[in-house]
């Protein structure tokens, strides 16, 4: 179980630096930040990064947990 919380607070930071990365770099290039956002794709089989999205559900549900128990320090 300690595992899979890993997992999943690591891929939600992974999705954050990947989000930010994509802002920055539209920014960048004069488009607006969120250029060609789609969200849908996102969590798509079809984009290769589709298991840090769904991880990062996953980080944010653990997070979740852990702040309602109570208990930051895994």
């Known amino acids: ?3 899979l919380k ?3 607070k690591f891929c939600l ?3 954050i630096a990947s989000e930010a990365g994509s802002i920055l770099y539209n920014l960048k290039n ?3 930040a ?3 956002f789609d969200l849908s794709y996102k969590f798509s089989v079809s984009n290769n990064l589709f298991i840090i999205y769904w991880g990062a559900i996953l980080g944010i ?3 979740a947990a852990d ?3 109570g208990n930051t320090n895994d």
């Open 1 to 3: 179980m300690s595992n």
């Open 6 to 8: 890993w997992f999943g």
């Open 13 to 15: 930071v992974m999705a």
């Open 30 to 32: 004069g488009y607006s």
């Open 34 to 36: 969120f250029y060609l």
């Open 61 to 63: 549900l653990v997070l």
């Open 67 to 69: 702040l309602r128990k």
